[in-house]
């Protein structure tokens, strides 16, 4: 009897009625993911293509959008949006808008296979930068590797302050003969200090073709 009731919402979807931003919490039926107010106001903060790219110790790191003092409680909203169920759709949305970017890109270089490698979990649980990084596949048609697992016992991110990130550490599982010859991605959703991308490249042997992808560049400002 109850299958009969709900079959029909199932069809044709009411149940889009009912949802809700995970962001500002209002309701903006029917939606896919952020409202459109949200939507207009995470757009406002992408970087334009030739701002992408930065310099991170000796690798290039390239970013969609900077977290500043200005966005900061916004970015926060964001980012607790991906508890929920919508974290595909959002890594979706924010690889295409990064692929637009960054397609032409001189320092995009054909001339060896890009992989992308996704930033461990300190868990046995996927967390963001995998699933980041599996969007960037889909888009962009390239293969990605979980080729470093975390060595020895951290302190969560959340504790930490700046200054006693740098301890971070990575085995890497992947021959690095396998490795040779082709362009490493260092994935991760947020950089900040830049210790867990340092950590990736040494752990990879310091190659010249090493660059650090990611959706945020969380800069250093009095709120960690």
Same mark, same amino acid.
């Given at each position: 009897?109850?299958?009969?009731?709900?079959? #029909?919402? =199932?069809?044709?979807?009411?149940? @889009?009625?009912?949802?809700?931003?995970?962001?500002? =919490?209002?309701?903006? #039926?029917?939606?896919?993911?952020?409202?459109?107010?949200?939507?207009?106001?995470?757009?406002? @903060?992408? /970087?334009?293509?030739?701002?992408?790219?930065?310099?991170?110790?000796?690798?290039?790191? !390239? =970013? *969609?959008?900077?977290?500043?003092?200005?966005?900061?409680?916004?970015?926060? +909203?964001?980012?607790?949006?991906? &508890?929920?169920?919508? =974290?595909?759709?959002?890594?979706?949305?924010? +690889?295409?808008?990064?692929?637009?970017?960054?397609?032409? !890109?001189?320092? *995009?270089?054909?001339?060896? #296979?890009?992989? !992308?490698?996704?930033? #461990?979990?300190?868990?046995? *649980?996927?967390?963001? $930068?995998?699933?980041? %990084?599996?969007? /960037?596949?889909?888009?962009? $048609?390239?293969?990605?590797?979980? +080729? /470093?697992?975390? !060595?020895?016992?951290?302190?969560?991110? &959340?504790?930490? &302050?700046?200054?006693?990130? $740098?301890?971070?550490?990575?085995?890497?599982?992947?021959?690095?003969? @396998?490795?040779?010859?082709?362009?490493?991605?260092?994935?991760?959703?947020?950089?900040?200090? $830049? %210790?867990? +991308?340092? %950590?990736?490249?040494?752990?990879?042997? &310091?190659?010249?073709?090493?660059?650090?992808?990611?959706?945020?560049?969380?800069? @250093?400002?009095?709120?960690?």
């Amino acid at each position: 009897m109850f299958e009969r009731i709900f079959e #029909p919402l =199932r069809e044709y979807k009411i149940w @889009n009625w009912f949802r809700h931003c995970p962001v500002c =919490r209002q309701s903006f #039926p029917p939606m896919e993911w952020l409202c459109a107010h949200c939507l207009q106001k995470l757009k406002k @903060n992408y /970087l334009e293509p030739q701002n992408l790219m930065r310099m991170q110790s000796s690798f290039r790191h !390239l =970013r *969609l959008i900077d977290w500043t003092q200005e966005n900061d409680s916004f970015i926060r +909203a964001v980012l607790m949006s991906l &508890k929920g169920p919508r =974290r595909s759709l959002f890594f979706q949305v924010l +690889a295409q808008e990064f692929f637009m970017r960054v397609q032409y !890109l001189p320092s *995009l270089k054909r001339d060896h #296979p890009l992989i !992308l490698i996704p930033c #461990p979990s300190r868990d046995s *649980l996927k967390d963001h $930068g995998f699933f980041w %990084a599996q969007a /960037l596949g889909e888009q962009f $048609g390239l293969s990605v590797y979980q +080729a /470093l697992s975390p !060595l020895g016992s951290h302190v969560s991110q &959340k504790t930490k &302050k700046l200054s006693l990130r $740098g301890d971070r550490k990575f085995l890497l599982k992947e021959d690095k003969q @396998n490795l040779k010859n082709k362009n490493l991605i260092f994935v991760d959703d947020v950089v900040t200090s $830049g %210790a867990t +991308a340092k %950590a990736a490249y040494l752990a990879f042997g &310091k190659p010249e073709s090493f660059m650090v992808w990611s959706i945020f560049w969380r800069r @250093n400002f009095n709120q960690c």
